[in-house]
């Protein structure tokens, strides 16, 4: 093996190293409960629940995709992928989780499940939302796991072969995540953010430098790739409903949903929501430019061979010792979201189908927090080997994945916000766009119908439009249930609470 390969290992080795070591070091602060495990009992404050929120969104997609697709697109995919994500995530954060997190706090909830259960009292629909969590979220695990491999690969020039870096990161998240829980999670993606942030700075500065600077890069580009400076590569209908479906499926992410509720109060809730937007606007920019910028540098590449682009970069053009540090840099954006969907998908898994279970209702708590971690252990196993298949590229797995979380927003919208909404409504809204949402990209809908939008769009207006006329259709929810529920709110309105604090909700 080069010297350089072996400078690089060393480098992410330490790096791994110091974050498994971190994850392992919360262990000791665990209390032992299932509402531990899942959400770190409630009691992080708003840098480190930003950090958790921030570093669980920024993943592959955002420094191994974006960059890729940044090589053939140019500068359009920075509003791509801002221009509606950057206001209207962080307001359905706040929207979404000021009141969830009440209904948490009171009621133990956890999970999306949780809370249409609790507001209408629907095992079947609770099935479904967990269901339709499961199909995105392990297709989403696994572009982690590639662009883990991608990184090992790229930065080692091919040393380390993409099965060995896959199979190396699902090791280590794997061991922190299934002892941490929660807590080790958000230790861990707390160091993470601040190493992604910095080093996506790094990376940029010493790209802008490579290139000659923003006005010899610009002309280069003028001159020999006009349409990287251009949206003609990208049509208006992909350019306006891919930021629609982000904005709209970041907060329904099943680990950004549990992590709205982990927060300390609604105060720590609103803070982060507040921060979230800038870190999102630096972030996406520097890996836009980065992509665009070192299509100059190394031209030629096809398809998914450009979300190598940034490790390729490096890997011939920084120095070995910055390489590394940048290396694990890349490392710290897909690991933070990689760990935080791997609880995620073992918690809707465990509390939401095998702990509703009638056989398991008088397991006790320790017996439970076993199942959950062998759950976890089965995710990682599952997640791996579908990545070694390697089945679409990173972006085009995303896309698929968020219009299936954007259009959960409409049912969990209702669910918290509209007390005539039933539950047949949120079923028939839930039921119908999941089906335009796989139907179209498959054939079976004619895509004429999708208007060259992508599919999450009109499955997410027509099941608003279901949700609505069921609604009306069907008989209103029993008042007394409703009112209940919504009693839950009235410190954000400043009513009186009508049930009183005893009330209990069982899911």
């Not at 840098?47 to 995709?65: P, R, W, Y």
């Not at 006005?215 to 409903?241: D, H």
């Not at 549990?258 to 800038?278: H, V």
Request: one cysteine or more; hydrophobic letters at 55%.
């Amino acid at each position: 093996m080069e010297q350089q390969n072996i400078t690089v290992l060393s480098i992410l080795a330490l790096y791994v190293i110091a974050i498994l070591t971190i994850g392992l070091a919360s262990v000791k602060y665990a209390k032992g409960t299932l509402e531990d495990y899942y959400t770190g009992s409630r009691e992080f404050k708003a840098l480190v629940l930003f950090c958790g929120v921030f570093a669980a969104n920024i993943s592959a997609v955002t420094l191994i995709g974006i960059p890729g697709q940044a090589y053939h697109n140019g500068w359009i995919m920075w509003p791509y992928f801002v221009t509606t994500w950057a206001w209207l995530t962080p307001i359905l954060f706040y929207t979404v989780g000021n009141r969830a997190w009440l209904l948490g706090k009171k009621y133990g909830f956890v999970t999306m499940s949780d809370v249409v259960i609790g507001r209408w009292n629907s095992k079947t629909l609770g099935y479904l939302v967990t269901l339709v969590g499961l199909i995105y979220t392990i297709p989403y695990l696994m572009t982690g796991t590639m662009g883990a491999g991608q990184v090992f690969e790229g930065l080692t020039q091919g040393a380390v072969p993409f099965w060995l870096g896959a199979l190396i990161i699902s090791v280590v998240i794997g061991i922190y995540v299934i002892m941490g829980g929660m807590r080790g999670s958000i230790w861990a993606n707390t160091v993470q953010a601040m190493v992604f942030m910095v080093g996506a700075l790094i990376i940029f500065l010493y790209a802008l430098n490579t290139v000659g600077g923003p006005a010899q890069v610009t002309q280069n580009i003028m001159q020999n790739n006009p349409e990287l400076l251009s949206r003609g590569n990208l049509p208006w209908q992909v350019f306006f409903s891919f930021g629609i479906i982000v904005s709209l499926a970041v907060p329904m992410f099943p680990q950004l949903f549990t992590r709205l509720l982990s927060g300390k109060s609604i105060g720590e809730l609103k803070k982060m929501s507040l921060m979230y937007p800038f870190a999102g606007l630096f972030i996406f920019s520097v890996c836009v430019y980065i992509g665009m910028w070192a299509h100059t540098l190394i031209p030629g590449l096809e398809g998914n061979q450009a979300e190598q682009i940034i490790p390729l970069f490096l890997a011939q053009y920084a120095p070995v010792f910055m390489t590394g540090i940048l290396g694990a840099a890349i490392l710290a954006a897909t690991m933070s979201t990689m760990d935080s969907q791997l609880l995620a998908a073992g918690t809707i898994f465990t509390k939401d189908i095998l702990l509703n279970m009638s056989s398991a209702k008088n397991i006790e708590d320790k017996k439970k927090l076993l199942l959950s971690k062998s759950v976890l252990f089965a995710m990682v196993l599952i997640s791996y080997v579908l990545a070694l298949i390697k089945p679409m590229g990173i972006i085009t797995l995303i896309n698929w994945a968020f219009g299936g979380f954007a259009c959960l927003i409409v049912p969990m919208l209702a669910a918290l916000y509209w007390k005539r909404c039933t539950k047949e409504a949120a079923i028939a809204a839930l039921l119908v766009s999941q089906i335009v949402q796989v139907a179209l990209p498959l054939g079976i809908i004619p895509q004429k119908f999708a208007m060259g939008l992508l599919p999450g769009v009109p499955a997410l207006v027509l099941g608003l439009i279901i949700l609505i006329v069921v609604t009306y259709l069907t008989p209103a929810p029993d008042k007394k249930a409703t009112d209940e529920f919504f009693s839950t709110f009235a410190k954000l309105s400043g009513e009186p609470n009508i049930i009183g604090k005893e009330t209990k909700i069982t899911v």
